[in-house]
């Protein structure tokens, strides 16, 4: 009697999906050649990850603790956003870059004698002995690339690494458990609602305010691409200057980069010419790049680990600020200097944008634009310099281009800087278009300038120095790439 095939179920099967006969699925399981990945080696962050969980276990003994790294996002019926898992997961785990599977989950379990097993569940390479490698169209070989096998993500990672399928089987043990929630379907159905969860999500936030070295040399590596990504952008000005929508090749030029040297740009590219600068979210990016006014580019490369850089500049798209143009910038410049100034450890975190707004309130009276004192201006209940400001100079950098944002206020805005800390410093200028209180040779200028800096013991370092700030270091780097 001849054996029975069997025919394979296609996992997460749309309605038009075909499925394969018996022979077929058994000819697909015929004629491969061995696959497996030779060399891998430990990551270098796996130190200082396992460092990081040693710190959560102490902080929640004999306590269950679940950080997803989140599903899928669909963007449109059956394709899929680009994958970018939770930053606390990405944390805690090290997981990097495109070896980020969806669905994943690190289960820090209690041991009776204290402290946490850790342990990554993860959908691992569909191997060739399975149907999914070619009829799962989520998570198959042929579908979406090669996945570590479970034995190569633990050499990797240096955890336990278990089938994400299996997760259940943990899980149905109840006890006392914390989860990151709203990042995962299941792990919400399953887990319930926790009293700590919120002081859960906050621990896992602030303990991200100070970085490690590992921390600060991905920054450091982000920046650095980012300055690579600005100059990409200035060869391309040209070209833009040519289309009525250059911003698009602005942003392209910058995307090409950060694809090339990183997992993505950190969040969405802002290349703003003329007046669309005075937009401070100007994500469009549709309009004109004309020769004679300014390009706003805020940008930022986000490495395989995930850590992003914040940068502004604002560029002159012939390669020469005007008399008004510079006036605005440097009005700017000295503002940011202030606020490089104003950081070091104790100070409270909000002095930075109180030292830059000073200078910016000062230059705006002294223009004669504005109507009160830069001192009566500062008051926090009069604030009328902040018309042509607009927002803060400041937020932490890390993992997301606004970091630990479910920190504790006095830890946070209100709290103190401390050695370690890398925040930006990002002081604007926004004149717009129909604002009769300028001049019209000044009207429609947007100007801002961001670097990202790390608080060290007598102050900051600028991490993105290397990228030029000056108006005429801009002219001359402009100079030195289109000649």
Known sequence: MNEKVEVPVIKNARPYDVAPTAR???????????????????????????????????????IRLVIPSGNYKTRSNDTEYLYRPHSAFAFYSGVQGSDAVPDSVLVM????????????YLHPRSTRETHAFYTDRKYGELWV????????AATVYQ????????????????????????EDTLMDKLISVHAREAEFQTFASEQRLIKDEYEVGQLQAAVDATGRGFSDVIAALPAAADHPRGERIVEGAFYGRARLEGNDVGYTTIAAAGSHACVLHWIRNDGAVRNGE?????????????????????????????PAQRALYMLVYEAQLAGFAAVK?????????????RVLAQGLADMGVLTVSAEESMQPDVGLHRRWTLHGVSHHLGLDVHDCDKAREENFRGGVLREGMVITVEPGLYIQPDDELFAPEYRGIGIRIEDDVIVTADGCRNLSEDIPRHPDAIEAWIASILG
């Not at 000819?27 to 030779?38: I, K, N, Y």
């Not at 690339?145 to 190569?152: A, D, N, Q, V, Y």
């Not at 390009?295 to 502004?312: C, K, Q, R, W």
């Open 24 to 62: 077929y699925a058994e000819f697909m399981r015929t004629g491969w050649a061995p696959s497996d990945l030779e060399g891998l080696h430990p990551l270098d962050v796996v130190t200082y990850a396992f460092t990081r969980r040693q710190v959560l276990s102490d902080a929640y003994p004999n």
């Open 109 to 120: 379990e209690p041991k009776a004698e204290g402290g946490h097993d850790a342990y990554l």
């Open 145 to 152: 690339g090669r996945h570590f096998t479970l034995e190569e």
């Open 159 to 182: 955890i336990e690494t278990r089938n994400v399928d299996d997760i259940e089987n943990l899980l149905r043990f109840s006890k006392e458990t914390l989860l990151i929630r709203g």
């Open 294 to 322: 300014l390009l706003l580019l805020d940008a930022g490369v986000e490495m395989d680990s995930f850590y992003t850089a914040d940068i502004t500049r604002t560029l002159p798209i012939n390669g020469k600020f005007t």
């Open 345 to 357: 450890p104790g100070v409270p975190f909000l002095d930075v944008n109180r030292a830059a707004q």
